[in-house]
């Protein structure tokens, strides 16, 4: 699998729009883009996931460049719930066995 | 609840004992995952279950450590003779296959069971 580069943490003012960067310029045609996020204490939680066109659902939007090389996943509208790390992961299709980095520690400031 | 269980949630234990962990994995979920996670880093993979075959073994997943699912249910992994480097929390995921050619993308992860080997 692709190898994936985030900040090691990230502010975000509450309400505000928190995006979150990922490079992966060695990701192939048949990889998909996933992020997850952890909060503190819990098991990681499924965001979203995307292979090359732009997805959006009920949490997050996921921004994928059009070489595929980077992507963002977009909170619309932080909370303080939304204080976790987020992982950004590439994997082949089909194979859930995911590496995760160490992500990126994301507070939401009040 | 309807989501992934695991027990125990809280294990602590000495040096050289055997300690077994449960996962319930969401009902109709065929395939389940066990993955480790040390302070600051993120999950590793260590095995992955297709119904009730063990299709995948991480290098991680030393003689030591075995995992089960006898039924295609619920899994068992089991760390015999545990060493002090063992302490991490040990998380359960499941997800749908669907088809060959069809999986969900997304692995429903249970809330771990941590141990600490003193």
């Known amino acids: 699998d692709a190898k994936t580069t985030q900040p090691t943490s990230m502010d975000c003012a509450e309400g505000r729009a928190a995006n979150l960067p990922c490079n992966h310029s060695?990701?192939?045609?048949?990889?998909?883009v996933y992020w997850y996020r952890q909060i503190h204490s819990q098991g990681p939680q499924y965001i979203i996931h995307?292979?090359?066109n732009n997805e959006t659902n009920e949490m997050a939007s996921l921004i994928i460049t059009e070489d595929r090389k980077s992507s963002t996943l977009i909170l619309p509208h932080a909370t303080l719930r939304d204080t976790a790390v987020y992982y950004c992961?590439?994997?082949?299709?089909?194979?859930?066995?995911?590496?995760f980095g160490t992500g990126t520690r994301l507070t939401i400031i009040p | 609840d309807t989501g992934v269980s695991q027990n125990p949630r809280h294990k602590i234990t000495k040096r050289g004992q055997n300690v077994t962990f449960r996962c319930d994995p969401i009902?109709?979920?065929?395939?389940l995952y066990w993955y480790r996670q040390t302070l600051g880093q993120g999950p590793e993979f260590l095995t992955y279950?297709?119904?009730?075959?063990?299709?995948?073994k991480s290098r991680l997943l030393s003689d030591r450590f075995s995992a089960e699912r006898p039924k295609g249910s619920f899994s068992t992994l089991e760390i015999q003779r545990t060493e002090q480097g063992d302490s991490a929390m040990y998380l359960c995921?499941?997800?749908?296959?669907?088809?060959?050619?069809?999986?969900?993308?997304?692995?429903?992860f249970g809330e771990g069971s941590r141990l600490t080997v003193l």
């Open positions: 279950f297709q119904n009730e075959a063990q299709l995948e």
């Open positions: 995921a499941s997800s749908l296959e669907i088809s060959s050619t069809r999986v969900t993308g997304e692995l429903f």
């Open positions: 992961i590439v994997s082949g299709f089909g194979n859930e066995k995911l590496t």
């Open positions: 009902s109709e979920h065929n395939r």
């Open positions: 995307g292979l090359k």
């Open positions: 060695t990701i192939s045609g048949n990889e998909y």
